[in-house]
């Protein structure tokens, strides 16, 4: 049984390599993102970011046509990302991969990419380790680390000694949670507590007491986007708790437009550090928005300006290896790449093959009438810490 | 004991009738063989449908044979697809031990929660496993140091199969290695649900109260299938671990659970094979329409639900055996 | 000391009752039709996009999107029982479950393909916001309204029953339908009325809550399972177990995140499970 098993799968695989020649002047790029289920907001923002810069660029690099094609994962479902990437490899024969929203999806991709050979690019997930999948993958958003442990520093130097922080108690939560500890106490400040919730967690009453009984200096806050950040913020200001008496630190997550409007004025005065604001004030940023606007009837976030800056360094690098596309040419030709991003300028660390951008520091301000996020401070050519940088 | 036609039939005689492998039976096995040759660049699928066919097969054994409605099932899944994953990741890759380990320990635990599990009914059962599910995907996400948290668990090394087969990329080991898993643990599902105690179990379905009054109390039985029905479920979990190298959180989730009851309603319950028919149905339609309007997927999934359970309540399996003539039906 | 444990106490109520107001409706038609509805956070949902959508495109002022809300959570379980759920009422009981199941997957995506992914900003009038103290207890204005509410709502469909005609009607119906009906009684238009009457529930719950927990597509499913939580502990068709359940779940979890956060979320399903082993039809369940 087995012998006959093993003599068809090589009759098949005779027939395949027949049949498996592809056209020569198409790159095929592998996009595997959520577009259906709980993320598929942000699935459809990095798609969006990706066709702004198909229609600004064209479909040609490296002398070469450019096709995409998409792939839905559908949610957190490693097992689906790994298999639709290995089928993009040997179906479609894709030359490489893109996209990659969440963390379990893009590490079991690094497998496929590690094992194939083939160039990944990383448009969102943030967690560090990441990276060390596939020796062809580079990064073009943002990890955890890279904002709050230089975040955490940057706030003992500004006059806070004592934070107790309040985080979601999953990966990117706890990842945060380490990075700002670590930052924060390098640089001499003290964690007066620290309290972890459950993800989904409905109502926070209880957690914003006990920060309150314990009189912090400044509280610090990581939940992940969507319902979470009003949630909490409404709660601590039910409580009393606002930026006036107490300072409150977060990462961008936490006062994203929708979470702003829910807020109100109570917001005013929250510091939160992120990669990207559309506000940010920048020429290259002022025509990116107004062209996304156009394109899309909606403000650009950090998954379209990640999957932007991914498609800019795709074709630079197809330029750069006059349209070659093993994993090795692309990757080599990745390294040191740096270039003015709507969110600032960037560049892909050659050692670490992780981006290396600027980490604002903003504050909840009322502009015109509207609450925005201020950028005030940054942290220049912040990258990530756990990949060997100082300890 | 009537059979078709009013005729007196001995009971084992009837029995040893259901046994008997029909026409179209072996002709579906071997069909599974077809993608081997016919589509080897879908064989990762293949064997991904295979994993959620057994999966789905361990879920009839309660769901349809024994009338147990589980929303938790997955927690075995996950367990097994855990241990596996574990015991690959520290250093022993071996594949067939491997998921023997994890069958042993979804086994256990499926004895433990089943205790609790068989002594409950309707809404109460319902809710049971559904918190149990919950309780086992805040344990595992909490547990993270072990089990890789939100972030899966990474690091799993998978030996080659037999000292031969490595797991390539194409996926033909993997495909030949679930479709074996499944076809044996369904040989074990017929030999059971065609005996006396699969009988039993279908007695206790239908009336709960009339079991013990014939001489065959309800829990140990009840108990005795949702163990075994643990195990398979520990086994297919066992598989989709070795066979992607990963394990993340929504083995053990509420989601998988849920999809798993939706294919089996699709298929048609008490069936064994609609479980597989099902899983066949669903994941394909789920991989197809995911290039076409993924956005709204579960918008269609959950009409052809409520479809299903408006006019085919019997699922598709159920639909075609009311066009077969009496005389050739076997259940 | 004792001003921590009354101030976790009151969250807790406040939080029980959120829980109450999304699951005494549940409880209701649960008990009294047998018709296990899933779709109950659906329709919660339902009223929570009511209020949010007639607050910010038609600037109407939050409490009076409440009588709103509860009638269009009413209307549209009225249409989905009219044409669709009376065929199941004989149904098996996984058929139903799996039914409903199937209008949350569809409800979900409705609503995701109206209002999009994204969380709804919800802001209530002022005079809804902040807090006082009284005592060294910290007492948020809005969670008084919401136990104030809860507890006009429970007064009410007391009263209903026990004291009205209809009631009375309702009560016979559940407990011997062949009874009632050669009495004369129209039961179906009896479970009609108490089917819109639950969901209207839901509704004006899910515009309650929204302030409190926010607003998105998944908030159907989310919420469905705290509600099915507190209608299994409380028992069905039992107003008072519903209270008690709520109340009983909604405290634990505060003052289990309060004292032990690491528990987290453990806790709520912990109890479930364990109180259920014990007392399978609940705290005050009739079956």
């Known amino acids: 049984m087995l012998k006959l098993r093993v003599a068809l799968s090589c009759a098949a695989a005779l027939l395949l390599g027949v049949a498996g020649a592809q056209a020569e002047d198409t790159v095929k790029i592998g996009i595997i993102a959520p577009y259906s289920g709980q993320f598929a907001d942000t699935g459809v923002q990095m798609d969006n970011g990706i066709k702004l810069f198909t229609q600004q660029h064209g479909d040609k690099a490296g002398g070469k046509k450019i096709e995409l094609i998409r792939k839905d994962v559908g949610g957190i479902a490693p097992d689906v990302a790994k298999r639709l990437a290995q089928e993009l490899i040997v179906r479609d024969k894709v030359d490489l991969l893109a996209g990659f929203m969440l963390t379990p999806n893009a590490m079991a991709a690094g497998d496929v990419s590690a094992q194939a050979k083939k160039f990944m690019v990383v448009m969102n997930a943030a967690t560090s380790v990441i990276i060390d999948k596939s020796p062809y993958m580079v990064r073009t958003s943002v990890t955890t680390p890279q904002i709050n442990e230089n975040y955490g520093a940057w706030v003992f130097k500004h006059g806070t000694k004592k934070v107790y922080t309040m985080v979601s108690d999953y990966g990117p939560g706890q990842d945060a949670e380490q990075a700002f500890h670590r930052g924060f106490k390098a640089a001499g400040g003290e964690i007066v507590g620290a309290d972890r919730f459950p993800v989904a967690n409905p109502d926070f009453s209880a957690f914003v007491q006990r920060a309150k009984n314990a009189n912090p200096e400044a509280i610090y806050i990581w939940v992940p986007g969507g319902t979470q950040p009003a949630a909490i913020a409404k709660a601590l200001a039910e409580r009393g708790i606002n930026p006036s008496n107490t300072k409150i630190f977060g990462q961008g997550e936490l006062t994203l437009p929708e979470a702003l409007k829910s807020m109100g004025d109570s917001a005013i005065g929250i510091i939160t550090a992120f990669h990207y604001d559309y506000n940010h004030q920048s020429a290259t940023n002022k025509e990116f928005v107004g062209a996304f606007e156009k394109m899309h009837n909606r403000i650009p976030d950090i998954y379209s300006v990640g999957a932007y800056d991914g498609m800019h360094l795709i074709y630079a690098a197809l330029d750069k290896t006059k349209g070659k596309t093993d994993g090795e040419a692309l990757v080599n030709a990745a390294k040191g790449m740096a270039w003015e991003s709507p969110r600032g300028p960037i560049s892909i660390d050659p050692q670490t093959r992780d981006i290396v951008q600027t980490i604002y520091i903003r504050k909840v301000d009322k502009v015109n009438g509207q609450l925005v996020n201020v950028e005030f401070d940054k942290v220049e050519k912040a990258k990530d810490p756990t990949h060997g940088m100082k300890k | ?331 | ?287």
């Not at chain 2, 699928?45 to 066919?53: D, G, H, M, P, R």
């Not at chain 3, 209270?243 to 909604?250: D, P």
Request: hydrophobic fraction near 55%; include cysteine; glycine fraction near 12%.
């Open chain 3, 1 to 287: 000391m004792i001003s921590q444990i009354m101030g976790v106490l009151f969250d807790g109520f406040a939080y029980g009752m959120l829980l109450f107001l999304l699951s005494v409706g549940l409880s209701v038609t649960l008990g009294l039709m047998n018709f296990t509805n899933l779709a109950h956070g659906s329709f919660a949902m339902l009223g929570g996009y009511v209020t949010v959508t007639l607050m910010r495109d038609a600037g109407w002022p939050f409490l009076l999107t409440l009588p709103v809300a509860f009638v269009a959570a009413a209307v549209a379980s009225v249409a989905f029982e009219r044409t669709l759920f009376r065929r199941l009422y004989r149904a098996t009981e996984l058929n139903q479950v799996l039914f409903t199941i199937g209008l949350v997957f569809v409800m979900a995506a409705a609503a995701a393909y109206v209002f999009g992914t994204v969380a709804q900003p919800v802001r209530v009038p002022d005079y809804l916001n902040g807090s006082f103290r009284i005592g060294g207890i910290n007492f948020a204005v809005y969670r008084l309204f919401l136990i104030g509410m809860a507890l006009v709502i429970t007064v009410l469909l007391v009263i209903g029953l026990e004291m009205t005609r209809f009631g009375a009607q309702v009560r016979a119906a559940v407990d011997n339908q062949r009874m009632a009906k050669g009495l004369g009684i129209d039961v179906d238009t009896v479970f009609a009325v108490t089917f819109a009457l639950g969901s209207g529930l839901a509704g004006l719950g899910g515009a309650l809550a929204i302030e409190i927990v926010g607003l998105d597509p998944s908030f159907g499913f989310q919420y469905l399972v705290y509600v099915l939580i507190v209608v299994a502990v409380g028992g069905l068709g039992s107003i008072g177990g519903s209270f008690l359940a709520a109340t009983l779940l909604g405290v634990s979890d505060v003052a289990g995140k309060f004292y032990v956060p690491q528990l987290g979320a453990f806790l709520i399903y912990a109890i479930m499970v364990g109180l259920l082993f014990f007392r399978p039809a609940g705290l005050f369940g009739k079956r």
């Open chain 2, 1 to 331: 004991m009537a059979g078709p036609g009013g005729a007196r039939v001995d009971p084992h005689a009837w029995l040893a009738r259901q046994t008997r492998w029909s026409a179209p039976e072996i002709a579906f096995w071997l069909a599974a063989l077809l993608p081997f040759v016919l589509f080897p660049t879908y064989l990762t699928l293949a064997s991904q449908i295979a994993i959620t066919a057994l999966f789905a097969v361990s879920l009839d054994l309660i769901l349809g044979y024994a009338g147990i409605i589980s929303l938790g099932h997955a927690v075995y899944f996950g367990i097994g697809a855990y241990t596996a994953g574990l015991i690959a990741k520290h250093g022993w890759g071996e594949p067939i031990t491997g998921l023997i380990a994890g069958a042993v320990a979804a086994t256990v635990v499926g004895y433990l929660t089943g205790l609790i599990v068989v002594r409950v009914r309707q809404l109460a059962l319902l809710m049971i496993t559904l918190g149990l599910g919950f309780l086992a995907a805040e344990a595992a996400n909490s547990m993270g140091r072990i089990t890789g948290g939100a972030d899966g668990l990474q690091g799993v090394r998978v030996w080659d199969l037999f000292g031969a087969f490595e797991f390539d990329l194409y996926g033909y080991t993997a495909y030949g290695y679930s479709l074996a898993a499944l076809f044996l643990v369904f040989l074990l599902s017929r030999r059971l649900v065609h005996s006396p105690f699969g009988l039993s179990l279908r007695g206790i379905r239908e009336n709960q109260r009339r079991m013990p009054a014939i001489g065959a109390p309800n829990r140990a039985r009840l108990l005795k299938v949702y163990t075994i029905a643990a195990c398979f479920a520990g086994i297919a979990g066992a598989l989709l671990a070795q066979t992607t190298q990963t394990v993340s959180l929504e083995t053990l989730g509420f989601q998988r659970s849920a999809d798993v009851a939706v294919m089996l309603i699709l298929g048609g319950t008490g069936r064994l094979y609609g479980g597989i028919i099902g899983a066949v149905i669903f994941m394909i339609a789920r991989d197809q329409l995911a290039d076409m309007n993924p956005q709204y997927w579960y918008f269609w999934i959950g009409l052809l639900l409520m479809a299903v359970v408006l006019f085919l309540p019997t699922g598709v399996l159920g639909g075609l055996a009311r066009l077969v003539p009496q005389r050739w039906r076997t259940a």
